[in-house]
């Protein structure tokens, strides 16, 4: 009856083995359609497209991670274009996740997508992400030769550096230069050389270099575009502000806004507009021109507001109230601001809240869809399932036949551990140790009769010890060292200041309920008393140290005997300490290691190290 519910599972592998191959080739088709149609300006349609492919790629594994980087960056430039960043920077770090040495798009797209997971939490403050971006585009880049890939990783780095540390700064700034010297690009060179500027202004309160810097920018004309000439005047602007000569400054940012109006239109350039007009807003309140921040403040709430920064709505609240407490208006214009502002958060929320439900809308008929064409797959697969049932029944008797021979090896495999541990009790209880022990007895009782009396006290024990021992897979630890110092004792009476013992724990305590496996140090620890210390003229010292090692516990056995025996010598290999090295291999997976230390006065002797297998009971 135990074979019921394996065979139900095999039908059930064999059944979805029929389901997925057809499931996988249509996704990919689906997938690969959903990325190539163009959308336009149908934002709603594109997310619902993007989160069906989202789902499949969710569902199926063995789709490709280059569809994965091509739907996730799809999505984070959706929720870019919805302005909401949190959304977007998390489909972009998720796409630049999955892109390594083996699946790497081209420069100009591995480019784009970096850039943009960059910006994304650059626009947010998160800065520590931002450098997690780099640090992960520094990872991909192909090689040294690769210039404008390592000059934009530079950037990346040395933009977050330049509102922190200026050696750090400076240090990737420099670097970054490097590369622009091998690209010779005037306009790359240049978004250097205003990074420069920020820094002589910053950390060395050079004003007069930085604006040298920005004057020799300035002086280039047309050769820059809009963009860069948009990064001096909006530069030069911040200093002069920092300087206290506002109408210097209220003039360079009027010149910034031109610059910008003249880039391509994209968010970006909404985003920089309404920081530019909160710049000409603060400039203006502290001209006095009350009237002219107004205007720029109304400006700004007639902008995307979905699409500004978190730091720029922030501020044209601040300049609102700066203004409303400056000019002492009265109570009921303060009260017509506050309805104002609400108005604005109510606006930006009520955008993000209506893109969020005509999305969730589309997305929930897609779903419909997607479910329909489910049931669909399932009514043809149920139809092929039927083709299926006599390659089952084949797997079913061919399982049955597995399930035979497993069952044959398991026991025959614990028939061999069973008459292994009888040849481990066989060896361990050594013929010569036991003759011994009885000679050293039947000497004592005629020499020492109560010494003999307390001899064969302890050797009836260990006997008892050893047999009971040997009668279960696991014995507590405590009762294994039990054993293991009555056989030492033992040991010492037969020889009596021949050597010195020590039993030593580390991270595990005598009486924790610890079980391992019997009789496995014994052999190891006579080794070095009947070998190590045979014919020695000094005093043989044994330590036994046992430490928990993870799942294992680790023992150690160290004697300063005679160390390894010339071959001409050496007696027969012991057949316990064979027999438990290779039962500790095939448990364990580690063998027994055996060092010696040969023939050096006072550092001779050998070290027995293996790991033995716990468990929190007696059962193996």
Known sequence: MKTIPYFIVVLLLVVSCQDKPVDLQQSNAIIEQIHAREYGTQSDSIYSELKKADRLLHRFD????????????KLGDYFSQQGR?????????????????????????????????????????????????ADKFSEVIASDDNYNQYLLNYYYTSSYYRSRTYDKATEYNQI???????????????TA?????????????DGKRSFAILDSLLAQGSTLNHNVRRQVYGTYG??????????????????????????????????????NYGNLAEVCIDLKQYAAADAYLDTIFSLELNKLNNNTKRNYLKYKFRIASETEKSPREIANLVDTISMFLERDYQNKYSAELVALTSANEK?????????????????????????????????????????????????????????????????????NTLYAIQRQIKEAPEKAHDYLLKFSRLLRLILENSMQNYVLLEDELESLRKYLDLQLLRFPDKFTYSLELNNLEEDDPVYIPPMLIQPFVENAIEH????????????????????????NVIDNGLGKIDTSTKQKKSASTQLISDFLSKVTGSPVSINHVNHQPGKSGTHVSFLIPFNNNTHG
């Open 62 to 73: 063995k789709l490709s991670d280059s569809l994965r980087i091509t739907n996730d960056y």
């Open 85 to 133: 960043l949190d959304s977007s920077s998390h489909y972009y770090f998720r796409a630049i996740s999955n892109i390594d040495e083996k699946i790497n798009p081209s420069d100009s797209i591995r480019s784009l997508i970096f850039y943009n997971a960059w910006e994304s939490f650059s626009r947010q403050a998160r800065f520590g992400d931002c450098i997690a971006v």
């Open 193 to 205: 050389k205003i990074v420069d500027a920020q820094l002589a202004y910053k950390y060395f309160r």
């Open 176 to 190: 970054q230069k490097k590369y622009i010297a091998k690209l010779k690009d005037p306009l790359i060179m240049a």
């Open 238 to 275: 911040v200093y002069k502000y920092f300087d206290g000569d506002f109408m210097a400054a209220k003039s360079n940012y009027i010149n910034c806004v031109n610059e910008t109006k003249q880039m391509p239109q994209n968010n970006e350039k909404i985003a920089l507009l309404g920081s």
């Open 532 to 555: 190590g210390f045979s014919g020695i003229d000094y005093l043989g010292e044994l330590k036994i140290v046992l430490s928990m090692e993870n799942k294992y516990v680790s023992c």
């Open 367 to 435: 779903e419909k869809e997607l479910l329909a064409q489910q049931q669909l797959d399932q009514i043809n697969n149920l139809k092929l399932q039927t083709r299926f049932f006599l390659a089952l029944g084949f797997i079913v008797l061919l399982t049955g036949l597995g399930l035979l021979f497993y069952r044959q090896r398991k026991l025959k495999f614990e028939k061999a551990g069973l008459q292994m541990q009888q040849r481990l009790l066989r060896s361990q209880m050594n013929p010569h140790f036991t003759f």
